[in-house]
T-cell receptor, first 113, second 110 residues
Framework: SAVISQKPSRDICQRGTSLTIQCQVD?????MFWYRQQPGQSLTLIATANQGSEATYESGFVIDKFPISRPNLTFSTLTVSNMSPEDSSIYLC??????????FGSGTRLTVV | EDQVTQSPEALRLQEGESSSLNCSYTVSGLRGLFWYRQDPGKGPEFLFT???AGEEKEKERLKATLTKKESFLHITAPKPEDSATYLC???????????FGSGTQVVVTP
């Protein structure tokens, strides 16, 4: 199955700053997905990143707040911009993994102070 | 609105005490029903995908089933290492947007 490396694993950031999260996959994939898991809650899709095109954002998420890059078929970044304490969450990337559903990275635990 | 509802929210089991987790769904055009396990501080770990009513899949002590309205995750003779949050999710797309339920937190005590 696909192996996803996500960095950083955790960070504590000051409000008003930005954090870029990296997601590296060990195989080429068409689509990469970014999810948010707020404390004590389940996962919510932020956006879908397709190589060579703009990311598609879900309702309630906007590009200015969560810009995404997808420069090639194995890598993507999610930036959380102008952070506030409400952005404190776990952010996860995911890819389709034939025969194994969708594989998730280990997540980035973000705390905004 | 498409959605899944998981019950119970939490489940405490003695080692060896079998039980079932429920995921009831109201989804138009279901293309896949997924079960994941999530340990604290980790990303979800894929368990099963079910595509049509009547389908069943097994892995070690876990068995997932699907009807037209709900899915069950049966845990047979659980061990403490089965303690985790179990998530169900569905997709109605061919390209894989998953929508998750709120999860069932399972604790298995020796």
């Amino acid at each position: 199955s696909a192996v996803i490396s996500q960095k950083p694993s955790r960070d504590i950031c000051q409000r008003g700053t930005s954090l870029t999260i990296q997601c590296q996959v060990d195989s080429q994939v068409t689509m990469m997905f970014w999810y948010r898991q707020q404390p004590g809650q389940s996962l919510t899709l932020i956006a879908t990143a397709n190589q060579g095109s703009e990311a598609t954002y879900e309702s309630g998420f906007v590009i200015d707040k969560f810009p995404i890059s997808r420069p090639n078929l194995t890598f993507s970044t999610l930036t959380v911009s102008n952070m506030s304490p409400e952005d404190s969450s776990i952010y996860l990337c995911s890819v389709e993994d034939r025969g194994h559903g969708y594989t998730f990275g280990s997540g980035t635990r973000l705390t905004v102070v | 609105e498409d959605q899944v509802t998981q019950s119970p929210e939490a489940l405490r089991l003695q080692e060896g005490e079998s039980s079932s987790l429920n995921c009831s769904y109201t989804v138009s055009g279901l293309r896949g029903l997924f079960w994941y396990r999530q340990d604290p501080g980790k990303g979800p770990e894929f368990l099963f995908t079910l595509y049509s009513a009547g389908e069943e899949k097994e892995k070690e002590r876990l068995k997932a089933t699907l009807t037209k309205k709900e899915s069950f995750l049966h845990i047979t003779a659980p061990k403490p290492e089965d303690s985790a949050t179990y998530l169900c999710a569905f997709t109605t797309d061919s390209w894989g947007k998953l929508q998750f339920g709120s999860g069932t937190q399972v604790v298995v005590t020796p």
